[in-house]
T-cell receptor, first 111, second 112 residues
Framework: NAGVTQTPKFQVLKTGQSMTLQCAQD?????MYWYRQDPGMGLRLIYY???????DKGEVPNGYNVSRLNKREFSLRLESAAPSQTSVYFC??????????FGPGTRLTVL | QKEVEQNSGPLSVPEGAIASLNCTYS??????FFWYRQYSGKSPELIMF????GDKEDGRFTAQLNKASQYVSLLIRDSQPSDSATYLC????????????FGKGTKLSVIP
């Protein structure tokens, strides 16, 4: 039982490049989330998917897109990376107690 | 806008002492409350959650909730150096809400 997994763990991009962050969970949870965490800013919600087939914007959605591929997988895409998107990205899934379980994170640097 | 406030710290306590971490929230309709621990360079991990007013104990950890004062706290008894981490308070705004609002965290340092 791996819980929530994320790939890659680290990534360096140049401004304007695109990439997709992958997330998968094996806990049969309906809801999945993407956060970014910056020093002094705490965890900020980018997008979430309440259930398979639905996605909604969070607090900081600009510059990102998401895809809920199936119940297990939820990806985050940066179409044209900017230095302001340098951050640590966490994926999470939620159980019936509203507890969210986090993946190990992706550390992204945009030069 | 829903807000969750925590003292950023650092909070320093000697080994064996009680560490007290506090959190206030703005949404009076909030229904469930979570404490997460985050070690440096790692992801947040759940310590415990609480739904009802009063105390909830789990080992060395006790969560306290006072909905009238919009206040939730976490007590860590017999603090250990391994408890040194950032503690995040998170609040769910109730039935139908899929989102947690996180505080910015309190950094705890347990001094041997």
């Amino acid at each position: 039982n791996a819980g929530v997994t994320q790939t890659p763990k680290f990534q360096v991009l140049k401004t304007g490049q695109s990439m997709t962050l992958q997330c998968a969970q094996d806990m049969n949870h309906n809801s999945m989330y993407w956060y970014r965490q910056d020093p002094g800013m705490g965890l900020r919600l980018i997008y979430y998917s309440a259930s398979e087939g639905t996605t909604d914007k969070g607090e900081v959605p600009n510059g990102y897109n998401v895809s809920r591929l199936n119940k297990r997988e939820f990806s985050l895409r940066l179409e044209s990376a900017a230095p302001s998107q340098t951050s640590v990205y966490f994926c999470a899934s939620k159980d019936s107690t509203d507890t969210q379980y986090f993946g190990p994170g992706t550390r992204l640097t945009v030069l | 806008q829903k807000e969750v406030e925590q003292n950023s710290g650092p909070l320093s306590v000697p080994e064996g002492a009680i560490a007290s971490l506090n959190c206030t929230y703005s949404d009076r309709g909030s229904q469930s409350f979570f404490w997460y621990r985050q070690y440096s360079g790692k992801s947040p991990e759940l310590i415990m959650f609480i739904y009802s007013n009063g105390d909830k104990e789990d080992g060395r950890f006790t969560a306290q909730l006072n909905k009238a004062s919009q206040y939730v706290s976490l007590l860590i008894r017999d603090s250990q150096p391994s408890d040194s981490a950032t503690y995040l308070c998170a609040v769910n705004s109730g039935a139908g809400s899929y989102q947690l609002t996180f505080g910015k965290g309190t950094k705890l340092s347990v001094i041997p």
